[in-house]
């Protein structure tokens, strides 16, 4: 039922390749506990006859109560639920039973947009935000690409520029300054930031590429991460200088790690949407130039315990009405 990581590892990889999302890999799920305080990385599993239930999420005390929430790591997550309808009602029943003994009053999901799986959920599911793909199956990817897109990248190519794909200690600290400083210059919310040593464990698995964009004078201008697992890769964080940024090297790594997936039989570049819901958001448009492939994301959550929630709701909003629309409004 509670699986260790080892073990949850052997049933992630017998996923099919098209439902294992990097997001949902043990790895990521323990790596991104890494900078959250009072939370635990649980894999909560069963198996019969190839059916299978898998839920990775983060277990977290919730501080002066003796109760306890769930939530998706940082991007997705959400139960995979794969076979017949009695297998996965069955399951969901074991789960909430798991979820009462442990005191859990409520959890939050953020479902994957190319893997669907809310549609399996037992708890509330809203509508959040439109996401942007990269169907890599087209036989010339740049031709695919928007007018503006085209001309961004076009530009980058003719700025002497080289990009590389490395581990090395120089990059990855590269990376850690370029994106902090861009966090700070946006006066971005706290879940934006991570501690360094959530980025060195990230980009140590093999699953995990950083690519970087050098100038003539070998200094990085901009660097992203991207994940590949299954037949999936996917667009994780990117982070880039003023210098950078005018000779759009964001646009030449998606271009670059893109064909990077085609040639090794990669079926979808997922990029993800907005950091916002607002259909004029300035992200959501620079990945739009990308592709016309678009998927749904949704939220969901469910209360284990509604009374428990409840009273805890008017209690804590009674000090701080700050996130009372949140669900985890005390986080």
């Known amino acids: 039922m509670i699986l260790c990581k080892e073990e949850a590892i052997h049933v992630f990889n017998k996923l099919p390749t098209e439902m294992q999302s990097y997001y949902f890999h043990p790895e990521y799920v323990i790596n991104d506990a890494l900078y959250k305080k009072d939370i635990e990385p649980i894999f909560f599993v069963l198996e019969n006859k190839g059916m299978v239930f898998y839920h990775a999420f983060h277990f977290g005390k919730i501080f002066n109560t003796s109760y306890y929430d769930i939530q998706s790591p940082y991007g997705y997550g959400g139960p995979i639920c794969l076979g017949d309808k009695d297998f996965i009602e069955e399951s969901i029943q074991i789960y909430k039973k798991w979820c009462s003994n442990q005191?859990?009053?409520?959890?939050?999901?953020?479902?994957?947009?190319?893997?669907?799986?809310?549609?399996?959920?037992?708890?509330?599911?809203?509508?959040?935000?439109?996401?942007?793909?990269?169907?890599?199956?087209?036989?010339?990817?740049?031709?695919?690409?928007?007018?503006?897109?085209?001309?961004?990248?076009?530009?980058?190519?003719?700025?002497?520029?080289?990009?590389?794909?490395?581990?090395?200690?120089?990059?990855?600290?590269?990376?850690?300054?370029?994106?902090?400083?861009?966090?700070?210059?946006?006066?971005?919310?706290?879940?934006?930031?991570?501690?360094?040593?959530?980025?060195i464990q990230l980009i140590k698995s093999k699953n995990v590429y950083l690519l970087s964009v050098e100038n003539e004078n070998d200094q990085v201008i901009g660097s992203s991460i991207f994940f590949i697992s299954g037949y999936v890769g996917e667009y994780h964080l990117?982070?880039?200088?003023?210098?950078?940024?005018?000779?759009?090297?964001?646009?030449?790594?998606?271009?670059?790690?893109?064909?990077?997936?085609?040639?090794?039989?990669?079926?979808?570049?997922?990029?993800?949407?907005?950091?916002?819901?607002?259909?004029?958001?300035?992200?959501?448009?620079?990945?739009?130039?990308?592709?016309?492939?678009?998927?749904?994301?949704?939220?969901?959550?469910?209360?284990?315990?509604?009374?428990?929630?409840?009273?805890?709701?008017?209690?804590?909003?009674?000090?701080?009405?700050?996130?009372?629309?949140?669900i985890l409004f005390y986080r």
């Open 103 to 199: 005191e859990v009053i409520v959890e939050f999901i953020r479902f994957h947009p190319l893997l669907k799986n809310q549609l399996e959920y037992y708890g509330q599911v809203f509508q959040n935000r439109p996401t942007v793909y990269i169907d890599l199956k087209a036989e010339d990817l740049f031709s695919k690409f928007s007018t503006r897109v085209r001309t961004a990248i076009r530009k980058a190519k003719k700025s002497n520029l080289r990009i590389t794909f490395s581990k090395s200690q120089k990059y990855i600290n590269e990376f850690i300054r370029l994106y902090t400083v861009l966090m700070n210059e946006k006066a971005a919310e706290e879940d934006y930031f991570f501690n360094k040593n959530y980025f």
């Open 238 to 326: 990117s982070a880039s200088n003023e210098e950078g940024r005018s000779k759009n090297v964001a646009n030449l790594l998606i271009y670059e790690f893109a064909e990077f997936c085609k040639k090794i039989n990669i079926n979808i570049l997922y990029l993800g949407g907005g950091n916002d819901c607002l259909e004029n958001n300035s992200l959501l448009f620079f990945k739009r130039g990308f592709s016309k492939n678009e998927e749904l994301f949704y939220i969901g959550n469910f209360k284990h315990n509604q009374s428990a929630y409840d009273q805890f709701r008017t209690e804590y909003t009674k000090q701080s009405s700050e996130k009372e629309n949140y």
